[in-house]
């Protein structure tokens, strides 16, 4: 029996690399696309060029177990105000690029009536904040999709899963260092990630006082809200 294969689309992140390893280590075969191939391993993937995406899935060499969306665009809340190009720029990658690639495998997957889609979104979309407006909205559309993706694949045999990090001690959060306590290491994402792909799990939390922190945050009324610097 050959081994299930996972395709990593952002393979060069920090979180991307300790997911490879963690799959790898109990019997995957490894798909690793990134934007700049550096080796013949490497697949070439850019999240923001539509157009490439149906080709990209036509070409692989075989329709993968499990499909991992890792890549993304940090953009803060004065970077978004100041320039709205880099905005949009930002959305295409973190909401568009993400609907289009996996608009073109869930499809494939759907066929073959079996697989995993794992998508990355974040805590920043589940309530619009100044510090991250312009990425928590992307990251927000992220996971409607996801949800919806899920209902409309539940009979088809392809399971979505939504992860939900948090901070994340990665090179991308390097420049605005993140309480510790709050702050996951990229191999308990990927720790998290493994254990939620083998429970079948829908959405996961990746250190469990986020869905607490979350839900308060969610509730402080627009009032207080809007006085508050989050």
């Known amino acids: 029996m ?41 697949l070439a993937f850019d999240a923001a060029d539509f157009a490439s995406h149906e080709a990209f899935v036509k070409n692989l060499k075989a329709i993968p177990d499990v499909v991992v969306t890792a890549f993304g665009v940090l953009i803060e809340g004065d970077e978004s105000f100041n320039s709205p190009k880099e905005s949009l720029e930002s959305t295409l990658v973190n909401y568009t690029g993400v609907v289009s690639i996996l608009g073109h495998l869930s499809k494939t997957m759907a066929e073959r009536g079996s697989g995993t889609i794992i998508g990355i979104s974040s805590v920043a979309g589940e309530r619009g904040r100044g510090s991250n407006y312009v990425y928590g909205s992307a990251k927000a559309g992220v996971t409607a999709y996801l949800d919806g993706l899920r209902n409309y694949l539940a009979d088809k045999g392809v399971h979505v899963m939504t992860v939900k990090p948090g901070y994340v001690d990665t090179k991308m959060k390097a420049h605005k260092p993140t309480p510790g306590i709050v702050t996951a290491s990229p191999e308990q994402v990927a720790k998290a990630i493994l254990r939620g792909y083998k429970n079948n799990t829908d959405t996961v939390y990746v250190l ?18 809007k006085k508050m610097s989050l």
């Not at 996972?6 to 390893?21: E, Q, V, Y």
């Not at 869905?211 to 207080?224: G, Q, V, Y």
Request: charged share 25%.
């Open 208 to 225: 469990w006082m986020w869905r607490w922190i979350m839900l308060i945050i969610r509730t402080i009324p627009e009032f207080i809200f």
């Open 2 to 42: 050959s081994a299930k294969t996972i395709l990593i689309l952002g393979a060069n992140s920090d979180m991307a690399k300790a997911i490879a390893k963690e799959f790898k280590a109990v019997g995957f075969e490894l798909m690793l696309a990134v934007r700049q191939p550096k080796n013949e391993s490497e």
